[in-house]
């Protein structure tokens, strides 16, 4: 036993080891292995990878695309996070796709991030900040000997933007302003010269600072601002200095050119040129004998659309205009109707789109307006008008009435009412615009059904107005002897009234089965071998009642029956004046006939009674059509 225990001990381990073999190898192939069923795509399936064309952005912004890999089977649908991010239409789709978008311009120094989201998916889309415009208010000063402390003023384009100020030389030295943000002030100290004239450079904001000391010349500027309008020109600056004192101007932009008075000496005039512009606002500096003059061009931004006018059919839908801008000029779109909607590009900056979306339509065509970068969209849209009517078919009485018809149509949707009936006219609402009603009157009918059709808003109305026939039969009933023959009655109606003759007697035969207005109905009545019998023939719809004596005559022999309470047998001679049949037919449950229900001529009729355990009591047998009575008296109880 102990021997079989120790090799069952290392089956099991032997075993456990190779399950451990086995789930460490299933484990490494997990990543390829994959798991199909029918009931749609698994989330591992639906995986996305998204890859941005375009990103990252400068500060005038731009557009991009964002291409979306993931199997064909799996939907997906974008959106951010950033105002300033816009995607275009589509945004959704199902497998392998791409998505437009654009970024809009930064005004700020700082950049900026925003993500655009795909399902599960988060793509970051970055975006560089305004470069920082930093000026100084001079690039020359000029101290005399004894030196002294000196400020040069530091403009920036925004609070965030950082800036400097250092020394080249020991004998200048940053009092305050060493480091600072946005616009401020760099103010120095320059030690007292005892040696000939010298010049130091101080680089604050980047700009590089020429200081002169013991030279004696000194500079002022007429103007150190401008603000030129977007087409641009000449303006002059005057330079008032020493006579002898040389001076220089220059343009730090491509968009400023000096055209007279690079160079000078003593006072004078140095003349500039400003570009015209075809973008958003700017500004650019120019040094005129070390002082810096500011130039602000207003913006020059022009802007043209791909097209002005749209037609749109009546389902509505989608509709693009491109935008055609120089860079950094922002433009928005709006429309003016509530039947066209901004989808995408409701504001952009440069060459852009915008996609608007026109409404469906079930009324009359139209047309509307949209402004896009300052330009007049038209668009028109056609003819939407659906109609219907209700109910569509009517049933009216004979009599005289009036019928409406309610017609469902768009607002501003024309439409017309017309009969070619005779006997139905319009009498209001021959026409109409939008929801709206119709009056037919029908006359009065005396004649047989009819029917026929009305044209409302292009619909088929169909008018069926019942029979108003009416009937008279005389005479409306006929006595005949035994021996039968022919009846007939008279039939009074309008002319084109249809009528027929039927009856369910087997004895009565119709001549004239049917006729159409004033007529007369035949019909022929067989003998009667039978006893008296009763037929209806229908005429026109009324009853025709048709009694007919027998051919023979009939006596019951003895008259009636008597029975004492307990009962009996009876026996009844039928005698028949002719060869005629006939029938007894008992009327009592406790009559029962035992012999001679039928017969032809003279019979003899036999019934029972049973024994009567109540009180006195009176029956029939109908016997060739007469009754024939039966008494049978009750149980007497003795009273001592």
Known sequence: MATVAHRGANLSRSLLAALVAAALLTSACGSSSQIDTVAGPSPAKCGLQLTAEGAPFPAAGGSGSLRIDTARECRWSAKTDAPWVTIAQPAEGQGEGAVRFSVGANGEATPRTGAISVNDQRLEISQAGKPCEL????????????????????????AQCAWTASSSVSWISIVAGREGRGSGAVTFHVEAVVGPPRTGNLTIAGQNVQVDQGTGCSYAIGVDTFSVESAGGDRQVPVTTSAGCPWTAESRVPWITVTSGATGSGPGVASFRVAPADTAARTGTLSVAGRTVTVTQSPGCTYAVGAETFSVDAAGGDRQVAVTAGPGCA???????PWITIASGASGSGAGAVVFRVAASDGPGRSGTLIVAGRTITVSQALGCTYSIAPGAVNVSAQAGTTTIQVDA????????????PWATITGGASGSGPGQVQIATAANDGPARSGTIAIAGRSLSVAQASGCTFTIAPSSQDLAGD??????????????????????DWITVATPSGTGPGQASFTVKPNLSPPRSGTVSI??????????????????PPFHEFGDGGGNGNVLVIVS????????????????????????????????????????????????????????????DVR
Do not use: K, M
């Open 410 to 421: 768009g607002a501003g949707c024309a439409w017309t009412a017309s009969s070619a009936l």
């Open 540 to 557: 026109a719809g009324r009853p025709f009642a048709v009694n007919q004596a027998s051919q023979c005559s009939w006596l019951l022999l």
């Open 484 to 505: 039968g023959g022919n009846v007939a009655a008279s039939v009074t109606t309008a002319t084109a009234c249809p009528w027929t003759v039927s009856t369910a007697a």
């Open 578 to 637: 002719g060869a005629c049949s006939w029938t007894a037919v008992s009327n009592a449950s406790w009559i029962q006939i035992t012999a001679g229900s039928s017969g032809v001529g003279n019979g003899l009729l036999q019934f029972v009674v049973p024994r009567n355990t109540g009180g006195q009591r009176t029956g029939t047998i109908t016997v060739a059509g007469q009754s024939y009575v039966v008494r049978q008296q009750g149980v007497t109880s």
């Open 331 to 337: 433009w928005t779109a709006e429309s003016r109707v």
């Open 135 to 158: 000026t100084v208010s001079s690039n020359h000063e000029s101290v005399d000997g004894a030196g002294g402390d000196l400020s040069v003023n530091v403009r920036a384009s925004a």
